[in-house]
């Protein structure tokens, strides 16, 4: 396929805001994981939460918007010189020609939390709750439409944590179509307690830091966090940051358990490689989805030894991030690329002793080192498999 550039983008996650508190916490092995503080929650785990959403404050004209996920989104739009080289797009090729398509799991529902704690005594709920400007799945991409100006085509992807990284491939459909000439891709989802006590009801919530591919792994660690990238037809000249190749696939084996070879998660892998042009040998660096679950871990090792070998570096960063569910296919994907832009595979933190049943290359120390190409996995319910590509073309 046609490379598209990655003109800009940036992430905030429980290591702070933009890409340089991210970058500086992945060199030191820093983790944001904090034991659960979240307002309503009482429950036995660690979060990663990120400081400062409470305070954010969206425009007067966007009121109806106000919700923990478009908070989050408007601080991470407000990082990195991010709107600023959305609006230099927008200037060039025309509002309407460039596209929007976000990731999220649960958007705006901790405002429905909220509002069923104020039913009235006739079950009605509160006039200051707006469904649509804030639950709604498309409140994401509306809310983030009108701050950057857009025009061009929008839609919101919510296949749980694969969603933010299916947003890449859709955005090169889009354009390879001719449909626009540039998108914004990204996603945004904030802590609630849906997430938290749901997955605990699944007893796949950790009661420590979670440890990908540790031989004591017992489950997640929920995060929160927001990333954007803007992606452009890639200009001749030289050789820049983009992605290369992307692969989708469908397992349909279970509603919340992985194919055990994982055999949707290898085919993904090797659609991104055809895509890419690439061989399996190419890839420097593997950012693994690694949600520290047992039976994730395994079959995600199986997957990518299957298709990689054992020799390539990989790490998993939820250990410092938490798993960002809808958001954690572009909070990954901006990992890899600052690990291609400043040289560094990064330490799959919270792991101690590694599974002896699994089999990869895991990077317990971060190291600094030349990356051409990384490729990243995201991994969610009922098996919705994506895997990407970022590196620097000849």
């Keep these: 396929m046609t490379p598209l550039h990655v003109s800009a983008f940036t992430l905030t996650n429980a290591?702070?805001?933009?890409?340089?508190?991210?970058?500086?916490?992945?060199r030191q092995e820093k983790s944001g994981l904090r034991p659960c503080d979240l307002s309503e929650a009482s429950l036995e785990t660690w979060i990663?939460?990120?400081?400062?959403?409470?305070?954010?404050?969206?425009?007067?004209?966007?009121?109806?918007?106000?919700?923990?996920?478009?908070?989050?989104a408007l601080l991470a739009l407000e990082q990195d010189?991010?709107?600023?080289?959305?609006?230099?797009?927008?200037?060039?090729v025309g509002a309407a020609r460039v596209a929007l398509f976000?990731?999220?799991?649960?958007?705006?529902i901790g405002e429905t939390e909220a509002a069923y704690r104020q039913l009235g005594a006739d079950g009605r709920l509160p006039d200051s709750f707006h469904f649509h400007q804030t639950h709604n799945l498309f409140?994401?991409?509306?809310f983030c439409r009108r701050v950057l100006g857009l025009r061009g085509p929008a839609s919101t992807i919510s296949t749980a944590c694969s969603s933010s990284a299916k947003v890449f491939a859709m955005a090169w459909r889009h354009i390879e179509a001719g449909l626009c000439d540039a998108a914004v891709v990204g996603g945004v989802d904030s802590l609630c307690l849906t997430t938290l006590y749901g997955f605990r009801s699944l007893e796949l919530v950790s009661r420590q830091p979670c440890r990908p591919w540790d031989k004591d792994r017992d489950g997640i660690s929920i995060g929160e966090a927001a990333g954007f990238a803007l992606?452009?037809?890639?200009?001749?000249g030289e050789p820049a940051l983009s992605l290369m190749g992307y692969g989708e696939t469908s397992d349909a084996?279970?509603?919340?358990?992985?194919?055990?070879?994982?055999a949707g998660a290898a085919l993904a892998i090797r659609r991104a490689l055809d895509r890419a042009g690439l061989t399996a040998d190419a890839i420097d660096y593997v950012n693994l989805h690694g949600t520290s679950t047992p039976a994730n871990d395994a079959a995600e090792d199986k997957a990518v030894l299957s298709v990689l070998g054992p020799n390539v570096r990989c790490s998993s960063t939820k250990g410092a991030t938490g798993h960002t569910l809808g958001a954690a296919g572009i909070t990954e994907a901006a990992i890899c690329c600052l690990s291609i832009q400043h040289g560094l595979v990064p330490a799959s933190i919270g792991t101690r002793q590694i599974?002896?049943?699994?089999?990869?290359?895991?990077?317990?120390?971060?190291?600094?080192?030349?990356?051409?190409?990384?490729?990243?996995?995201?991994?969610?319910?009922?098996?919705?498999?994506?895997?990407?590509i970022f590196g620097v073309p000849a």
Aim: neutral net charge; proline residues 5%.
């Design 102 to 108: 976000l990731g999220t799991s649960t958007s705006g």
């Design 355 to 388: 599974d002896p049943e699994l089999k990869l290359r895991i990077v317990r120390q971060a190291e600094s080192r030349p990356v051409r190409f990384a490729l990243t996995n995201s991994l969610g319910f009922g098996g919705s498999n994506s895997s990407l």
């Design 48 to 72: 990663g939460r990120v400081d400062g959403v409470e305070d954010v404050r969206l425009p007067a004209t966007l009121r109806d918007f106000d919700c923990r996920n478009h908070r989050l």
């Design 253 to 262: 084996y279970h509603m919340s358990a992985p194919h055990p070879e994982g």
């Design 81 to 92: 010189g991010f709107m600023d080289a959305v609006a230099a797009t927008v200037a060039r």
């Design 139 to 142: 409140a994401l991409s509306e």
């Design 15 to 26: 290591l702070g805001a933009g890409q340089a508190s991210t970058l500086d916490a992945l």
């Design 231 to 236: 992606l452009t037809r890639a200009d001749s």
